[in-house]
Nanobody, 122 residues
Framework: QVQLVESGGGLVQAGGSLRLSCAASGRTLSSSAMAWFRQAPGKEREFVAAIRWSSPNTYYAASVKGRFTISRDNAKNTVYLQMNSLKPEDTAVYYC???????????????WGQGTQVTVSS
């Protein structure tokens, strides 16, 4: 089992920044890929970004590329999502996920955090 705990959400004005954190514990060696997804009210959950514990390569949705940065601290078993130039359309619950490989479909991930709310005001 892998436990994931997100933090760092909140309310920010358009153009502002937030940094989300996801602390992983448990059998983390079984989940080599970490990702962020988000779900806005009335919408499907969508992929945001992904990274592997063992590789510097990062992957982003087109809607956030150039504004968001995913990173990891292996010593702390923590993954981050730095969100800059936030827009009202970034408002959503953001979820951290862990799985055996990088992918953009939520079905590819086995473990999920409880989510953290990000609200961007115009």
């Amino acid at each position: 089992q892998v436990q994931l705990v997100e933090s760092g959400g909140g309310l920010v004005q358009a153009g502002g920044s937030l940094r989300l954190s996801c602390a992983a514990s448990g059998r983390t060696l079984s989940s080599s890929a970490m990702a962020w997804f988000r779900q806005a009210p009335g919408k499907e959950r969508e992929f945001v970004a992904a990274i592997r514990w063992s590789s510097p390569n990062t992957y982003y949705a087109a809607s956030v590329k150039g504004r968001f940065t995913i990173s990891r601290d292996n010593a702390k078993n923590t993954v981050y999502l730095q969100m800059n130039s936030l827009k009202p359309e970034d408002t959503a619950v953001y979820y951290c996920a862990a799985g055996p490989s990088v992918g953009s479909f939520d079905s590819e991930y086995d473990y999920w955090g409880q989510g953290t709310q990000v609200t961007v005001s115009s």
